[in-house]
């Protein structure tokens, strides 16, 4: 029993990371019907500018406690990241969006940067991996036979708290109308005096922002950086995120956990080896039995 | 006698490469790279047909290449070489059965290219680009689990077979073997396209739903354009395999799906004259960006502002690639050949060739 | 044995009911006309014949076929053919090629005969190209064989499109809204071009149209709808007359 609420947690755990990156995916294609492949890799630039901040603030400069750190080191981040990704959608996306170029093209240009991401980093800051620094003090409960860590908890609690603000924003708000009203009909937006521009920046700062905090908290969870870091979390936490249902956020959120959950369920069962196998496999399958995802709506054609 | 042009001038240059290479006149490197540019070539054309003439996004076509690779490469090795027992077949043989170890290989690589094509059934675009990426890691994850073939350490042995070749009589086996291969799926894809049945493939592209309605059976137009498709990458990774001696499933990996997606929309969707520019202008520049001192010479404002940052060339040829391919949809979405062929920008051309 | 029998035809779509309880019934040669105000579920009508929905309700028989479960390419070999209200021709390949593209069903060779080029390869293909230049020449479309559609006015890419749902060699054909967007010099030409396929082609044709002009001076019987339910059927006469018809289209005089 104990090893089962173990492993139920280590999948709330490993799934929040891949919810909170693939509720990035699904809000910028939900308003813009693009693929932001890039997406994975910003996750990773997250993680570094992290941990260069983080770095920064515990170094000779600042100096500060640790803790500090932390707390200081949430908001940096996610506004740095943020700034990454929007920069992003307006060198490379708006350009295209503004000459209506065909999505495929738009679709190329996030994988190419994604790309360009990762082997920038690779070369900018070298092969050499970077260790993140403990910001934490690792406070471990033991309930029952079951440890967890302050730290878990907390990983599990943002994905939380993002998916029930982002929810808000959605649905309740004018701006979250705005971003679906997008999805429906990117021309008519502006014609009835909606700033098309202003909303996809916004979608691209909530969904880049939050894939920076993700990064921040994996690289306390993980504390080993490498530039590919992102590249195959990215993909799957995408294909997580089409298995709930693309466009709609309970889709990410409850597709990213659902990916944790069948990971980390393999690892227990099979060589670990097989983990990415099985992950893909079955979700493929998923997608095979339902193509819209789990919350998806089918689209009919009309001729 | 002027139709027979184009033929003629391909034959000579075929003869020419083979002849400098058995005379020494030229190395092994520039012999590689020859050999590169036809798989290239092979690689960008039969992913033009799904990318381009049928206008899906298939991500992952090195995964067909990894099936076609591994299972020629063992074939191979338990044919003519020393790895998994001794070789079954006698070396003289080695002549005859290599054209057909690509083959089964190919065949195989088609019958994996099933599993992309079933869901093309139901869905298109960025669905499909998914499940193509997923099938390319799956491939190289299954590969990685099975020890019995070398698992991620990789498996060689498969030049014993060029070895038993080269036996037989000391020529430049591979490279002719490439060539007679880049001939053939450029022929096959040109008669398959230029056919009536094959118009059905861009009928598919530009309305699929009119294709349907009028008599086009989608979905099996799918699987033969998936399965060609894949055969040939499948044919691809195994002269890959034979060239290199050593295949390891990360060389099969999104990067090199990425390659061949990089030749496909540099050289124009659906244009297969473009495909096979492009894969020839795409080789040479990767050789190009291969060299150190260029990459110095390109960065050195960089360089500059911080002395200490040694920029290696393998590197930073991968954020020069991608980057072409970011200005090229920036500035020339359609790629060099836009979707039409060599013959159609210049109409002289069609004097110098005939095509049955 | 009747061309087309359908019976009892009922569509929904979630909770909207688009065609209700529609029956016809077609013999070889006629000229039906389908007319209703907007959204009445004409073009729907089509679509369930043609293979493109899968009726909730109902049958659909041609030539004693049942057409349920099939798809639209085999039901489009059974010998049915349309166009469409937005023209969807292939506008990126000639007008030759989308003329020969529609005779996939009866192409006659196999994959393999097209790699090596056999002689049935070369047999069928002229046979498919013959067919092709002869009805465009047939349709005065002979001149433009290597255009691209895209290229064309309005009114040709209408006759190729009827030229293309041709090549199928239909026994029944499914026009729909022929006449949409053509300038009134092209409804003539399209009034004759129709009258000349139904003289010159053992051929059942069945026409959704607005454009009062084509219907009256071309269909022979006419089915009403409205709300995806028969309202009136009958001859043009008939139907100009009728009060429920009228009451359809301009409403009543009730406020």
């Given at each position: 029993?104990?090893?089962?609420?173990?492993n139920?947690?280590?999948?709330?755990?490993?799934?929040s990371?891949?919810?909170l990156?693939?509720?990035?995916?699904?809000?910028?294609?939900?308003v813009?019907?693009?693929?932001?492949?890039?997406?994975?890799?910003?996750?990773?630039?997250?993680?570094?500018?992290?941990?260069?901040?983080?770095s920064?603030l515990?170094?000779p400069?600042?100096g500060?406690?640790?803790?500090?750190?932390?707390?200081?080191?949430?908001p940096?981040?996610?506004?740095?990241?943020?700034?990454?990704?929007?920069?992003?959608?307006?060198?490379?996306?708006?350009?295209?969006?503004r000459?209506?170029?065909?999505?495929?093209y738009?679709?190329?240009?996030?994988?190419?940067?994604?790309?360009?991401?990762?082997?920038?980093?690779?070369?900018?800051?070298?092969?050499?991996?970077k260790?993140f620094?403990?910001?934490?003090?690792?406070?471990?409960?033991?309930?029952?036979?079951?440890?967890?860590?302050?730290?878990?908890?907390?990983?599990?609690?943002a994905?939380?708290?993002?998916?029930?603000?982002?929810?808000?924003?959605?649905?309740?708000t004018?701006?979250?109308?705005a971003?679906?009203?997008?999805?429906y009909?990117?021309?008519?937006?502006?014609?009835m005096?909606?700033p098309?521009?202003?909303?996809?920046?916004?979608t691209?700062?909530?969904?880049?922002?939050?894939?920076?905090?993700?990064?921040?908290?994996?690289?306390m969870?993980?504390?080993?950086l490498?530039?590919?870091?992102?590249a195959?979390?990215?993909w799957?936490?995408?294909i997580?995120?089409?298995?709930?249902?693309?466009?709609?956020?309970?889709g990410a959120?409850?597709?990213?956990?659902?990916?944790?959950?069948?990971?980390?369920?393999?690892?227990?069962?099979?060589?670990?080896?097989?983990?990415?196998?099985?992950?893909?496999?079955?979700?493929?399958?998923?997608?095979?039995?339902?193509?819209?995802?789990?919350?998806?709506?089918?689209?009919?054609?009309?001729? | 006698?002027?139709?027979y042009?184009?033929?003629?001038v391909?034959?000579?240059?075929?003869?020419?490469?083979?002849?400098m290479?058995?005379?020494?006149?030229?190395?092994?490197?520039?012999?590689?790279?020859f050999?590169?540019?036809?798989?290239?070539?092979?690689?960008?054309?039969?992913l033009?047909?799904?990318?381009?003439?049928?206008?899906e996004?298939?991500?992952?076509?090195?995964?067909?290449?990894?099936?076609?690779?591994?299972?020629?490469?063992?074939?191979s090795?338990?044919?003519?070489?020393?790895?998994?027992?001794?070789?079954?077949?006698?070396?003289s043989?080695?002549?005859?059965?290599?054209?057909?170890?690509?083959?089964?290989g190919?065949?195989?690589?088609?019958?994996?290219g099933?599993i992309?094509?079933l869901?093309?059934f139901k869905?298109?675009?960025d669905?499909?680009?998914?499940?193509?990426?997923?099938?390319?890691?799956?491939?190289?994850?299954?590969?990685e689990n099975?020890?019995?073939?070398?698992g991620?350490?990789?498996?060689?042995?498969?030049?014993?077979?060029?070895?038993?070749?080269?036996?037989?009589?000391?020529?430049?086996?591979?490279?002719?073997?490439?060539?007679?291969?880049?001939?053939?799926?450029?022929?096959?894809?040109?008669?398959?396209?230029s056919?009536t049945?094959?118009k059905g493939?861009?009928?598919?592209?530009?309305?699929?739903?009119a294709?349907e309605?009028?008599?086009?059976n989608?979905?099996?137009?799918k699987?033969?354009?998936?399965?060609?498709?894949?055969?040939?990458?499948?044919?691809?990774?195994?002269?890959f395999?034979?060239?290199?001696?050593?295949?390891?499933?990360?060389?099969?990996?999104?990067?090199?799906?990425t390659?061949a997606?990089?030749?496909?929309?540099l050289g124009?969707m659906?244009?297969?004259?473009g495909?096979?520019?492009?894969?020839?202008?795409?080789?040479?520049l990767?050789?190009v960006?291969?060299?150190?001192?260029?990459?110095?010479?390109?960065?050195?404002?960089?360089t500059?502002v911080?002395?200490?940052?040694?920029?290696?060339a393998?590197?930073?040829k991968?954020?020069?690639?991608?980057?072409?391919?970011?200005?090229?949809?920036?500035?020339r979405p359609?790629?060099?050949?836009g979707?039409?062929?060599?013959?159609?920008?210049?109409?002289?051309?069609?004097?110098y060739?005939?095509?049955? | 044995?009747?061309?087309?029998?359908?019976?009892?035809?009922?569509?929904r779509?979630?909770?909207?009911?688009?065609?209700s309880?529609?029956?016809?019934e077609?013999?070889?040669?006629?000229l039906?006309?389908?007319?209703?105000p907007?959204?009445?579920?004409?073009?729907?009508i089509?679509?369930?014949?043609?293979?493109f929905?899968?009726?909730?309700?109902?049958?659909?028989?041609?030539?004693?076929t049942?057409?349920?479960?099939?798809k639209?390419?085999?039901?489009?070999?059974?010998?049915?053919?349309?166009?469409?209200?937005?023209?969807?021709?292939?506008?990126?390949?000639?007008v030759?090629?989308?003329?020969r593209?529609?005779?996939?069903?009866r192409m006659?060779?196999?994959v393999?005969?097209?790699?090596l080029?056999?002689?049935?390869?070369?047999?069928?293909?002229?046979?498919i190209?013959?067919?092709?230049?002869?009805?465009?020449?047939?349709?005065?479309?002979?001149?433009?064989?290597?255009?691209?559609?895209?290229?064309?006015?309005?009114?040709?890419?209408r006759?190729?499109e009827i030229?293309?749902?041709?090549?199928?060699?239909?026994?029944?054909l499914?026009?729909?809204?022929?006449?949409?967007?053509?300038n009134?010099?092209?409804?003539?030409?399209?009034?004759?071009?129709?009258?000349?396929?139904?003289d010159?082609?053992?051929?059942?044709?069945?026409?959704?149209?607005?454009?009062?002009?084509v219907?009256?001076?071309l269909?022979?019987?006419?089915?009403?709808?409205d709300f995806?339910?028969?309202?009136?059927?009958?001859?043009?006469?008939?139907?100009?007359?009728n009060?429920?018809?009228?009451?359809?289209?301009?409403?009543?005089?009730?406020i």
């Amino acid at each position: 029993m104990d090893f089962i609420i173990q492993n139920i947690l280590n999948a709330l755990q490993w799934g929040s990371f891949y919810a909170l990156i693939a509720l990035g995916y699904t809000l910028v294609y939900g308003v813009l019907k693009l693929i932001n492949f890039a997406h994975g890799d910003i996750f990773m630039v997250g993680a570094y500018i992290a941990f260069f901040v983080a770095s920064w603030l515990l170094g000779p400069v600042f100096g500060l406690d640790p803790t500090i750190t932390f707390v200081l080191a949430i908001p940096l981040t996610m506004i740095l990241t943020a700034c990454v990704g929007v920069t992003l959608e307006r060198i490379a996306y708006r350009p295209l969006r503004r000459k209506g170029a065909h999505r495929l093209y738009v679709v190329i240009t996030a994988l190419m940067c994604g790309l360009i991401l990762e082997y920038g980093n690779l070369a900018a800051l070298g092969a050499s991996r970077k260790k993140f620094p403990d910001l934490l003090d690792k406070v471990i409960w033991d309930i029952g036979g079951v440890s967890v860590t302050n730290l878990k908890v907390l990983v599990i609690f943002a994905a939380i708290a993002v998916f029930i603000f982002l929810n808000f924003i959605v649905t309740k708000t004018k701006i979250g109308m705005a971003m679906r009203g997008i999805s429906y009909d990117k021309f008519a937006i502006p014609l009835m005096g909606i700033p098309i521009d202003a909303i996809i920046v916004f979608t691209f700062i909530l969904g880049s922002s939050f894939a920076g905090l993700a990064g921040l908290l994996f690289a306390m969870s993980y504390p080993i950086l490498e530039p590919f870091m992102g590249a195959l979390i990215g993909w799957k936490a995408f294909i997580a995120a089409v298995v709930g249902g693309i466009g709609d956020i309970r889709g990410a959120f409850y597709g990213g956990f659902l990916l944790g959950f069948i990971e980390v369920g393999v690892v227990t069962v099979f060589p670990s080896t097989y983990r990415d196998l099985f992950a893909f496999t079955i979700l493929l399958a998923i997608l095979w039995m339902k193509p819209t995802g789990l919350f998806g709506v089918a689209k009919h054609t009309k001729i | 006698m002027q139709k027979y042009t184009f033929n003629f001038v391909l034959a000579a240059s075929c003869l020419l490469m083979l002849a400098m290479a058995q005379y020494g006149l030229i190395d092994n490197y520039i012999q590689a790279v020859f050999m590169f540019v036809g798989i290239n070539i092979i690689m960008s054309t039969s992913l033009n047909l799904v990318n381009g003439n049928m206008g899906e996004f298939s991500c992952g076509h090195a995964a067909f290449m990894c099936v076609g690779a591994y299972v020629s490469s063992v074939l191979s090795v338990l044919c003519f070489g020393k790895l998994l027992g001794g070789p079954l077949l006698p070396a003289s043989m080695a002549v005859f059965v290599f054209p057909l170890i690509i083959f089964i290989g190919g065949a195989v690589a088609a019958l994996a290219g099933i599993i992309v094509a079933l869901p093309s059934f139901k869905t298109r675009g960025d669905y499909l680009a998914i499940i193509t990426i997923a099938v390319n890691y799956m491939i190289i994850s299954a590969i990685e689990n099975m020890p019995s073939i070398g698992g991620s350490r990789g498996f060689q042995g498969m030049k014993d077979t060029v070895w038993a070749m080269v036996d037989t009589f000391n020529g430049p086996w591979m490279l002719l073997w490439v060539i007679l291969f880049t001939v053939f799926t450029v022929w096959i894809i040109r008669r398959f396209i230029s056919s009536t049945y094959g118009k059905g493939v861009n009928a598919i592209c530009q309305d699929e739903i009119a294709a349907e309605i009028m008599s086009v059976n989608t979905d099996r137009m799918k699987l033969v354009t998936f399965m060609l498709s894949s055969g040939l990458a499948g044919i691809a990774g195994g002269l890959f395999a034979h060239i290199v001696g050593y295949v390891n499933p990360q060389s099969f990996n999104i990067l090199k799906s990425t390659e061949a997606m990089v030749m496909v929309y540099l050289g124009g969707m659906g244009s297969l004259s473009g495909a096979v520019l492009s894969a020839i202008l795409f080789t040479g520049l990767m050789e190009v960006l291969r060299s150190q001192s260029l990459i110095e010479f390109i960065l050195s404002p960089v360089t500059f502002v911080f002395p200490d940052w040694e920029p290696s060339a393998g590197v930073i040829k991968w954020v020069l690639i991608p980057l072409i391919l970011v200005l090229l949809m920036q500035f020339r979405p359609e790629g060099i050949m836009g979707n039409k062929e060599l013959s159609d920008v210049f109409p002289k051309l069609k004097k110098y060739y005939s095509f049955k | 044995m009747s061309l087309l029998k359908i019976d009892g035809l009922t569509q929904r779509f979630g909770g909207l009911q688009a065609v209700s309880e529609f029956s016809v019934e077609m013999q070889g040669g006629e000229l039906m006309g389908l007319i209703g105000p907007n959204g009445a579920g004409k073009t729907t009508i089509f679509n369930l014949i043609s293979g493109f929905y899968q009726p909730t309700e109902g049958t659909i028989t041609l030539d004693g076929t049942p057409t349920a479960g099939l798809k639209p390419h085999q039901v489009t070999s059974l010998g049915v053919a349309r166009t469409f209200q937005n023209i969807r021709l292939w506008h990126d390949m000639t007008v030759l090629d989308n003329i020969r593209i529609a005779q996939h069903y009866r192409m006659g060779y196999t994959v393999w005969d097209s790699f090596l080029r056999t002689k049935r390869y070369r047999e069928c293909e002229k046979r498919i190209e013959n067919i092709a230049f002869e009805l465009l020449e047939a349709m005065s479309l002979a001149d433009y064989a290597q255009e691209l559609p895209k290229n064309l006015p309005y009114g040709l890419q209408r006759r190729v499109e009827i030229a293309r749902a041709m090549s199928i060699k239909p026994k029944l054909l499914l026009l729909d809204e022929p006449a949409a967007g053509l300038n009134s010099s092209d409804v003539e030409g399209l009034i004759k071009l129709v009258r000349w396929i139904h003289d010159n082609f053992d051929i059942t044709i069945f026409m959704i149209e607005h454009q009062m002009k084509v219907v009256t001076s071309l269909c022979q019987w006419i089915k009403v709808i409205d709300f995806g339910a028969t309202i009136a059927e009958g001859t043009a006469e008939d139907i100009q007359s009728n009060p429920a018809v009228i009451k359809a289209y301009l409403g009543d005089d009730t406020i």
